[in-house]
């Protein structure tokens, strides 16, 4: 096991905050928590054993059964079943000899699936061990188990995968050109934290994460809260599926990111900084880790900071252990403390309680490296790029049914339209963009921008990241009903028009699926998603019936075609398979 | 003392001291705003239960999360939301296991008080059947899973005198579940055991040997409600319509007959009912086949075997009017106890693994003249198209005649708060 950078505290951080870093470890080299160890940690952190039991069960990553010697992820992503995800598992299960699920006899391979591991660009792939294996194939999958039942360390043998950087504007790329280290944090420092904060104003910088929350307001109120002690964190959690720009950015781009937390730190008043990065990401983290210490080697991170007197600027990895809801910043805020990452209520806003009580500022990877590249190359050189009122560059992940799936960094204003000519999309037909949670689109809107503009209008599209192409002879509902359980499994459980409300939709897809339902039951589903929408705790919850109910809307023919039709039937007779209802009973026909 | 501001809940102007949380504040000015996992002086609120769902300035969210602050405009009474809480509770009835009838919580239980309060007759959604398991493993309490709604309150509140937790959730998503640590329970004093169990909204925790303490009656929910005007106004008989003689069909499926008991159980009365309606298909006349078209079909039980799921559908085409009576009518009720259970299993139990069956000669029946059991106990509203609900087990009778009435002849009814139950 290599060194992740994430085996380290600052001093102000409390040892609980290190609970999630303890429980790694000894999954990676034990296989699994067992219940000595979880007695063991519940007596170290003076806790009950259930509170202990409680973070383990949260995480996917974290398993309470053995998982052998080696352990295989397997995206189930759509994606991944489009370019064939049911070969490569079955594959798997051939020549591991474990079914899905579950570890072989000898204990020697565990078999799991996982959602989206942010490499949608080369699927199938696979984490072995928590080292990327890409464009996988039977053949291919039979060579990797091979090695390594012939005693080759996946960390040996696996890939590397590729940035895919497909497209950058010809203007000029804002986030990919070559990024002089250390000229953003000297421009940065001529400037007070005030005018810092009117700089990103101008820039009309908004969240990448995917809420567009302007940038300049949240560091602007962390840094008007009177404590001395405050956090810079960076949401690399990267959780939606379809999305790898983070990936990406970290990968190639790390110095931009660093500086981009450093100012941040620099103008909010705040000394620590930390990136909390996805389970699924582990095999950047020592890349990611190994540029941190050349920062604090060449003085850039670390006391009297660029020579900037009182400045303190100290840096760490935070790894995650698999929940998508962890994305959601106080989810992450609860996570890096070393408990479950169930979403807090809204009492407080992080920017003043946050990280540990204390006022933290929270940002996706791209919108720090946007704020460095800003200061790097000036403010006029981002605001040129873009159109009025949507100045700048986005970088999106496309992928599913097109040629080049990859990065697309491009400039606000780009239609729908020239994106996927980009990527030689041949038969787009249902177009999801921002991943599950976000908005799907048919061929009629093709024409519209993708911007940060008019979203109540609906006329452009904000697009937080990641455009999915799925074709006609993709099954619509089979998506539809995939997002739906994947918002099942990974909802936190705590509030119940999520918990429930995701499990009640996929049973109606269900019925849709096996055409069954009629209109009523379209009608359903409208109104149970509004309910979800209106009433759940967080984000999650309040998207999830996202693209049901636009689809509804934008493909009505398709769904109505999908109903049952009958003519014979009497009013008032709900369609009811009967075959299937007596299927267990007929077993028992002799 | 804080600072006096002034908000408005549905229009009404009203003072209040700022920060004040809403749900306080709506229950002092004879607002009733339901909840669950909300109780007063708990900071920060829980927020997990979302019953509380409110408009506050013009966005839906959970009143109890909310300090009050000048300016404020509340709405509560809008009916998309007072119908968006009623779904969030109905939501939690269809995601848990809940047999009201065979519980020990039964008419001590928040959750069923606030369905009565919102008066719920059916859930609008399929009940999931999720097989949960109970735990009994701990020195003095049973954790009832299949009742649990997850509102944190014991999560929060229940610790030992070492300050560590009792219970804390497990797992995530619609696997979510609280679990119970049992060393930490056995040091539990009594009264702390008797506070987790009262905490809890649900009869999720229920300490062995304090169960069934109080008799019917005197149960915390039994007759009074919590709101002023619960139900509606009083009964004005409107008989100005001929009460002409109207024709009902009655049907038990999967049931116990004990709603049929019930439809009997109004003493003398029964004598002018029977001057007003004509029974036809119905175990109460044994008429077998539809003698002509009825005003009104009365189900009760749920559909287990293909015979009643046939018997169901010829009801719904010779009746006007279909009515569900009963919870095993409306949702399945005790017979769905077995849907967690693969069919399978039940079986095998029942007639080869059981304790009575002679091994040699034991066989599970199967003939094609003998109904083909379901793989699950449906609700009726899943076969056919239901009209009506009348929930209890069984429904009080002067519920039932009430309904009735009501749809036969349009007389006007109002159910008392203790004529509306569960169990
Ligand atoms: C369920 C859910 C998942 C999220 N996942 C991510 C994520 O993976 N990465 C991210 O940057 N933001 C994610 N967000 C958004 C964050 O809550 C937060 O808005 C964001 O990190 C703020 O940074 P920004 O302002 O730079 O976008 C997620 C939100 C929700 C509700
Ligand atoms: S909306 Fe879903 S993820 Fe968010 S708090 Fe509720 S249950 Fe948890
Ligand atoms: S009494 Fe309450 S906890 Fe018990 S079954 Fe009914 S609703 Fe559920
Ligand atoms: S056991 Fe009871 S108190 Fe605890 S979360 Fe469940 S319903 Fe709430
Ligand atoms: S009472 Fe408000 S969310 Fe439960």
Redesign the interface.
């Known amino acids: 096991m290599h060194q992740s950078g994430a085996d380290r505290l600052f001093e102000v951080e409390p040892l609980r905050s290190y609970l999630l870093n303890v429980l790694r470890n000894i999954q990676m080299s034990e296989g699994y928590i067992s219940d000595e160890k979880i007695s063991l940690l519940a007596k170290k952190y ?6 202990v ?2 973070v383990v ?2 995480y996917h990553f974290l398993h309470r059964k053995p998982t052998g010697r080696h352990v295989i992820y397997l995206n189930n992503s759509l994606t991944s079943v489009i370019k064939g995800y049911e070969r490569v598992k079955e594959s798997f299960e051939r020549e591991t000899g474990a079914l899905m699920g579950s570890v072989d006899r000898t204990g020697t391979f565990g078999l799991f699936s996982t959602p989206c591991i942010g490499l949608s660009d080369q699927e199938p792939a696979a984490l072995i061990d928590f080292y990327p294996f890409i464009n996988l194939n039977a053949i291919k999958v039979k060579d990797i188990i091979n090695s390594i039942k012939q005693g080759a360390s996946p960390a040996d043998i696996c890939d590397y995968p590729a940035d895919n950087i497909r497209y950058t504007p010809i203007s000029g790329s804002v986030f990919f050109s070559d990024f002089k280290e250390g000229i953003s944090l000297v421009n940065a420092f001529k400037l007070s934290p005030q005018e810092i904060i009117e700089e990103l104003k101008k820039s009309q910088l908004a969240g990448r994460g995917g809420a567009f929350f302007p940038t300049w307001m949240k560091w602007d109120a962390t840094r008007k809260q009177e404590s001395t002690l405050k956090f810079i964190i960076c949401n690399a959690d990267e959780g939606e599926p379809g999305t790898f720009k983070d990936r990406v950015l970290i990968n190639s781009q790390a110095a931009s990111l660093i500086e981009g937390m450093i100012i941040g730190g620099y103008t909010a008043g705040a000394s620590y900084g930390i990136i909390y990065l996805r389970g699924e990401y582990f095999w950047l983290a020592e890349k990611l880790n190994t540029r941190i210490q050349a920062y604090y080697q060449k003085g850039l991170l670390g006391k009297t900071i660029g020579g900037k007197d009182g400045f303190n600027f100290d840096l760490r990895i935070q790894m995650g252990a698999g ?1 998508y ?1 962890c994305g959601e910043e106080t989810a992450l805020l609860e996570s890096m403390e070393g408990k ?1 990452g ?1 979403p ?5 806003l992080p920017v003043e309680k946050g990280y540990l009580q204390m006022p933290t500022i929270i940002n996706n990877v791209e919108t720090f490296c946007a704020v460095a590249r800003i200061f790097e190359k000036g403010l006029d050189n981002y605001c040129e790029k873009g159109i009025p009122g949507s100045p700048g560059t986005k970088i999106i992940s496309v992928s599913g049914d097109c040629s080049l799936p990859g990065i697309y960094e491009i400039e606000w204003g780009m239609t729908v339209a020239e994106l996927l000519e980009l990527g030689e999309a041949n038969d787009p037909y249902f177009i999801q963009v921002s991943g599950p949670s976000g908005e799907c689109i048919s061929m009629k809107e093709k024409y519209r921008r993708i911007s940060m503009l008019d979203l109540l209008a609906r006329k452009d599209i904000r697009c937080g990241g990641a455009l999915t192409v799925y074709n006609s002879q993709r099954d619509l509902i089979m998506i539809l009903s995939k997002y739906a359980e994947f918002f ?10 999520c ?6 939709i996929e ?1 109606k897809l269900d019925k849709l699926r096996n055409g069954l339902a009629s209109r009523e039951d379209l009608e ?1 589903i409208r109104s ?1 998603a509004n ?1 979800m929408k ?4 967080c984000g999650l919850g309040k998207t999830a019936p996202n693209s049901i109910i636009l689809a509804m809307e934008k493909f009505a023919e398709y769904f109505y075609k999908r109903l049952y039709h009958t003519d014979n039937q ?5 369609a ?1 398979d ?1 075959e ?11 | 003392m804080a600072k006096m501001v002034t908000i408005e809940i549905d229009g009404l102007p009203i003072q209040a001291e700022e920060g004040q949380n809403l749900v306080y504040v709506a229950k002092e000015n004879g607002f009733f705003i339901p909840s669950l996992c909300y109780y007063e002086n708990m900071d ?8 509380c ?1 409110c408009r506050i300035n013009g966005k ?1 969210g ?1 009143a109890c ?1 909310e300090k009050v602050r000048e300016g404020m405009q509340v709405e509560v009474n809008k009916a998309d939301l007072v119908d ?1 809480r009623k ?2 509770i109905e ?2 009835f ?2 848990g296991n809940h047999f009201c009838p065979s519980c020990e919580k039964s008419g001590n239980c928040d959750l069923q008080h606030m369905a009565y309060e919102l008066e719920i007759s059916h859930t ?3 009940h ?1 059947f999720k097989d949960r398991l109970i735990d009994y493993n701990s020195k003095r309490m049973v954790m009832e899973h299949n009742r649990c ?2 509102c ?1 309150r014991c999560v929060e509140e229940v610790l ?1 005198d070492d300050g ?13 579940y609280v ?3 049992y ?2 329970e056995a040091k539990l004093s009594k009264e702390q055991a008797l506070n987790a169990m009262n905490i809890c909204p649900t009869g999720a925790i229920i300490v062995k040997g304090k169960i069934f303490s109080k008799p019917f009656g005197q149960r915390a929910f039994d007759l009074s409600s919590s709101q002023k005007n619960y139900g509606k106004k009083p009964i004005k008989l409107s008989r100005g319509a001929v009460m002409e003689k109207k024709i009902v069909a009655t049907a038990s499926l999967a049931g116990c007959f004990g709603c049929h008991m019930s439809l009997l159980d109004v003493d003398t009365d029964l004598l002018d009912l029977i001057e007003l309606v004509e029974f036809n298909k119905s175990p109460l006349t044994d008429i077998k086949k539809f003698a002509h078209r009825c005003h009104i079909g009365i189900i009760e039980g749920g559909c287990s075997n ?1 015979e009643n ?1 046939e018997v169901l ?1 010829e009801f ?2 010779k009746c006007d009017i ?1 009515v569900s009576l009963g919870e095993c009518s409306i949702w399945g009720g005790l017979p769905a106890m077995r849907n967690t259970v ?3 299993e039940c ?1 095998e139990e029942a007639y080869l693994n059981s304790f009575t069956n002679d091994p040699a000669k034991s066989t ?1 029946p ?1 003939h094609e003249d003998i109904p ?4 699950r106990v ?1 609700a009726c ?5 239901i009209d009506y609900y009348i929930p209890g087990c069984p429904p009080s009778a002067s519920h039932i005649w009430k309904a009735i009435k009501n749809l036969l002849w349009h007389e006007e009814y109002s159910i008392l708060y203790s004529e509306f139950k569960y169990d």
């Not at chain 2, 560590?164 to 979510?176: I, L, Q, S």
């Not at chain 2, 083909?372 to 793989?375: E, F, G, I, P, R």
């Open positions: 003076d806790v009950s054993n259930v509170e039991e409680g069960t949260f929940a809801v479950r169930e807090r209520t809204k009492w407080f099942k499994h990974e909802s936190c459980g705590i509030c119940t028009p918990r429930a409300g995701n499990y009640l049973r359903n149970w309910i209106a009433s759940s705790r009497h009013e008032g007779i709900v009811f009967m299937a209802a007596i299927s267990d009973y007929e077993k028992y026909k002799n | 920060p609120p829980l927020g997990t239960c979302r019953t769902t839906p959970p999360i968006m779904s969030i939501m939690m269809s995601e609008r959604f399929p999931l709604i997850k944190r030992s560590k937790r009792v219970f804390m959730y497990m797992n995530r998503g619609n696997e979510t679990g119970i640590d060393e930490q293909d799921i559908r719904r085409e279909l693969p069919l399978g079986l599970i199967y083909k059991l379901l793989n449906f509203s899943e076969i056919v198209k």
